[in-house]
């Protein structure tokens, strides 16, 4: 069975609920410092967050 890295756990939570949170965001951090790099896998799904981010349907929630 195939289970999904943490960061494509992370960025998925992101998608449905339709928010980067600060708590995620330093999740996805922490998790590609304690990984070190970036597989393809991991790349591609922070690559459509930021697509879906850059159209409107991810809002960034600000720290506070």
């Known amino acids: 069975m195939n289970v ?3 960061i494509r ?3 998925g ?7 980067l949170t600060p708590e995620i965001e330093n999740a996805i951090n922490s998790e590609l410092t304690r ?3 970036l597989p ?4 591609e799904a922070l ?3 930021m697509f ?3 159209a409107g349907r991810i809002t960034l929630v600000p720290n506070g």
């Not at 939570?13 to 928010?19: D, S």
């Not at 393809?40 to 790349?43: G, L, R, W």
């Open 13 to 19: 939570q992101a998608l449905q609920c339709r928010r």
């Open 40 to 43: 393809e896998t991991d790349f």
């Open 52 to 54: 879906e981010m850059d």
């Open 47 to 49: 690559e459509l967050l």
């Open 35 to 37: 990984i070190g790099y």
């Open 9 to 11: 756990q992370l960025v």
């Open 4 to 6: 999904p890295s943490g």
